[in-house]
């Protein structure tokens, strides 16, 4: 078994999946690992709607300008319910924050059981949501493409390409 560190060194934007279905039992074992993500006041937010066929699924991919989603056998669509979600004493909404680690858990799981996941955010949120006929104040916010990364796939060494620990720590106070 890989440790945490070598796991999440191996993840990585997958653009690029096989034909090959992934069962629904791996993707059921994938979305535990979101379920068990921590949130604000343990209000768990988030509702993910998975799309494996059907014209929901290719109406779907038609919210995202990218082809390559396409070839992705599942889509996660990651939504926030911000009806459920904590608020800080300033009104800062942690909707998102608690859904991210959630989509943070989802892709380390896929990871570790052979699957690729890309994060996308930069889709058409309104229209996937009108598709989707989401219920006010539940929106849509990522879009996780599933699936086992094709044989020639965009796996590049640039994913472990980070700042050094200095420029991203400092001790005892903000000194950047």
Known sequence: MKSFLDLAKS???????SEQEVPKETILKVLEAARIAPSA????????VVL???PLRNEVTGCYAGEWLKSAPAIVVACGNHGESWRRADGKDHCDIDLAIGVDHITLAATENGLGTCWICKFDAMRCAEILKLPKGVAPVVLIPLGYPAEKNNYSERHLVRKPIEEIVSWEGYSF
């Open 52 to 54: 494996t066929k059907g």
């Open 11 to 17: 993840r990585y934007s997958c653009r690029s999946y």
């Open 41 to 48: 006041t343990n209000a768990q937010p988030w509702r993910f």
